[in-house]
Structures are given as C-alpha cells and as structure tokens.
C-alpha cells in the first residue's frame, strides 16, 4: 500500500487518482512546491506503467490479468456496463512533465 502526503492509504487504483488530483489542486492553491507536484507524477506514472506491464503481459499469454490493485474499479465499472480502461489517466499522465512546472 502507498501512503499519500497526508498518510491516507492507497489501496485502489480510485485511491491512486484521487491522489493524483489532490495534489493538482495542491500545486494549484500553492500548497505544494513544484519538485513535490513532479515527485508525485514521476511516481504515479511509474504505478500506472507496471500495471500497463501487466495487463499487456497477462493479453501476450492470454491469462486474465490478476491485479488487486484495479480490482474496484473492474468491479464497479462491470456492475454499471461501463468501460474499466485506464487510457484517459494514462493520457493526463503524459502530459505532465517538468516543463509544465
């Protein structure tokens, strides 16, 4: 589990975007430097590139891909008919860099 800066645990992929948009609107009411906001995005990018790794591994050998740490989400988006992707946060993701600091 991840602890976010004010020790809330990470347990979900939910949890993990959440955090992500926190700490936007941290950097956004100047509550945070930028090294801290940058930090938190090379992490969160890291966190969603091992899941990637993952689940393309798990389509490569046609298994279903286990990974705990999306399970709510695939639940709840099963259960509403609705499409459990990651691509839209990926895509956010790219487009922070330094030289949006």
């Known amino acids: 589990m991840i602890k976010s800066p004010k020790s809330k645990q990470i347990n979900n992929i939910t949890d993990l975007r959440n955090h992500a948009l926190g700490v936007l609107r941290r950097l956004q009411d100047g509550e945070i430097g930028l090294q801290e906001a940058a930090t938190n995005a090379g992490l969160t990018a890291s966190i969603i ?7 393309d591994y798990a389509k490569a050998t046609e298994e279903k ?6 399970a709510a ?4 988006a099963i259960e509403n008919k609705k499409s459990a992707s990651l691509e839209h946060f990926d895509d956010s993701l790219e487009n922070i860099g330094e030289q949006d600091f």
């Open 65 to 70: 891909p286990n990974i705990p740490f999306m």
């Open 73 to 76: 989400p695939m639940i709840y």
């Open 49 to 55: 590139s091992t899941i990637k790794t993952q689940m």
